[in-house]
């Protein structure tokens, strides 16, 4: 299938094809025609799969060929038509940045508030008239308790990553915003969620109107292109592990996963006094912070982001090839998120995990959950704990072709006989090639 096959505009197709977009993506396929028909959708896609253009194309080039409303001489700002709820503050700049990107042949104003920054350039905004508005929630209710936005013409509204709205807390915030909003049957509704909780259940019943169910087959994230590999280590030799293996493995951009503030802060540290560009990532960083780390890492002067869960959910880095869980996710599920933020949109990665005594049991989780058990590694020199040596480390003697590419300092053993417990397809037939990909 192609884009121009789903019913899109040529303004639209234009800015694809710009993006260099060959063909749509599953979730593509399935959402986008549906939404141009004016169904509601719900549907289940996580990050990665392509879903941002799956609501945006269609939402923009529906606004585009309906008249703006006028404010039918109501004081206050102009009315918003449709609204993209998100559920972070990354996110919702990274919606608004693609928002920009697809309707760049249209005329559409855009405009995005979340919290942490200045209110006011955003009331500006907003009393100039926008016609397509990426908010988070917190920020979004004030700005209606001050009366700077105005929603209640709303013709689209979106919410994006659901159950990440409802992990978080918002779900109370949501269901605020959607009173503002006309009655459901008077607006299109379009929601996604990588799960469908209960929880999200009742939220679609409150939000949708007759919804058209789409589910595109959960791309396993981690079954096929992710290269995943986990290595024991001593918790007091993490941090060594970890900067031997960047430098060795010469990797240019690298996310690493801590499980508290503090921590990464503390490992952002460490690493830059190693030598290697690194920043922190987390909610008790300013939002400018937050940003400049992010816009450094992608531009490349940052080699290292250090992240905390929360702060790196709906985080886009295109190409990112390397992700590393400094330490483990208490929730097994978090695994599967963190490591999706690496092998996106089809391209291959690398997902390392450093794990330590105490989270043997953790892994155990992950494995279970992903239905596999993931290869070990072991990098010469990093004496692994003897209580968990008795781990099912199986090495090969060989030296893998990989162990090669670095600068010979290291070498590498690497378990390739251990059966995923739930066979998908193994990743760990491919011998530790440390796969580089352009910037
Ligand atoms: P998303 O799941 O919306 O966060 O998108 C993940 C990544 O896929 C983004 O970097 C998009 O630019 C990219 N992407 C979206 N659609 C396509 C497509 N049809 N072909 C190639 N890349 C795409």
Known sequence: MSFEELGLSSEVLRAVTEEGYDSPTPIQSAAIPLVLSGRDVMASAQTGTGKTAGFTL????????????????KRGPPPVRALILTPTRELAAQIAE????????????????????????????????????????????????QN?????????????????????GFIHDVKRVLALLPEAG????????ATFSKEIKQLATRMLNDPQ????????????????QVHFVDKGRKKELLSRMISDE????????????????????????????????HGNKSQGARTRALAGF????????????????????????????????????????????????????????????????????IEKLIKRELPRIHIEGFEVDP???AEPIRKTSKPSPGAGQGRGKRSRDRATGNKPAAAPKSSNSRGGHQRRRGA
């Open 387 to 389: 209580s968990i040596k």
């Open 250 to 281: 010469d990797w240019r951009q690298v996310l690493v996963f801590t499980r508290t503030k503090h921590g990464a802060n503390r490992l952002a540290e460490q690493l830059s006094k190693d030598g290697l560009a690194a920043a922190a990532i």
């Open 298 to 365: 992608k531009e490349g002067q940052l080699r290292v982001l250090v992240a905390t869960d929360i702060a790196a959910r709906g985080l886009d880095i295109d190409q990112l090839p390397n992700v590393v869980n400094f330490e483990l996710p208490n929730v097994p599920e978090d695994y599967v998120h963190r490591i999706g933020r690496t092998a996106r949109a089809g391209l291959s990665g690398k997902a390392v995990s450093l794990v330590c005594v105490d989270e043997v049991k953790l892994l155990r989780d």
């Open 98 to 145: 693609s928002v920009a990107t697809y309707g760049k042949y249209l005329n559409m104003r855009s405009s995005v508030v979340f919290g942490g920054v200045s209110i006011n350039p955003q009331i500006s905004q907003l009393r100039k008239g926008v016609d397509i508005l990426i908010a988070t929630p917190g920020r979004l209710l004030d700005h209606a308790s």
């Open 58 to 73: 269609p939402l923009l080039q529906r606004l585009s060929q309906s008249e703006r409303p006028t404010r039918g001489g």
């Open 148 to 168: 700077t936005v105005d929603l209640s013409r709303l013709e689209i509204l979106v919410l994006d990553e659901a159950d990440r709205m409802l992990d978080m």
């Open 213 to 228: 169910l789409v589910e595109v087959a959960a791309q396993n994230a981690t079954a096929d292109r992710i290269d995943q």
């Open 186 to 193: 008077q607006r299109q509704n379009l929601l996604f969620s």
